[in-house]
């Protein structure tokens, strides 16, 4: 059974750091589809980080370049994204997401940041950020 457990979400000012945690269990992050979402409240959710474990395949919505960076830990089975120069506009609730089938659909380029593309998701993680 594939579970992810975020954590690591904070209140912060604005400028700070913080680095959310995904453990995923019931699978490996060794050839896998990762991303991470978040969600405002009244906001869809939106795509943040994608990485494909098994390669060097990653992007990054265009809010977020510069000052967000996904790695990952395969000893401890972690998928990370650190949070740099937060913002307030980036306070929600983050939530990591897999797919755990051999294939991703259509042009990864795209689908990446549509929440129908990913089989599993965690719990979330809350990020608020003030000025």
């Known amino acids: 059974q594939v579970q992810l457990l975020e954590s690591g979400g904070d209140s912060v000012q604005a400028r700070a750091s913080l680095r959310l945690s995904c453990r995923a269990s019931?699978?490996?992050?060794?050839?896998?589809?990762m991303a991470w979402f978040r969600q405002a409240p009244g906001k869809e959710r939106e795509g943040v980080a994608y990485a494909y474990t098994g390669g060097r395949s990653r992007f990054y919505a265009d809010s977020v370049q510069g000052r967000f960076s996904l790695s990952i830990d395969n000893n401890a089975n972690t998928f990370y994204l650190q949070m740099n120069d937060l913002k307030p506009e980036d306070t929600a609730m983050y939530y990591c997401?897999?797919?755990?089938?051999?294939?991703?659909?259509?042009?990864?380029?795209?689908?990446?940041?549509?929440?129908?593309?990913?089989?599993?998701w965690g719990q979330g993680t809350q990020v608020t950020v003030s000025s």
């Open positions: 997401a897999a797919r755990s089938t051999l294939q991703f659909p259509g042009d990864v380029k795209y689908t990446w940041r549509d929440p129908d593309s990913y089989t599993d």
């Open positions: 019931g699978f490996t992050l060794n050839h896998a589809y």
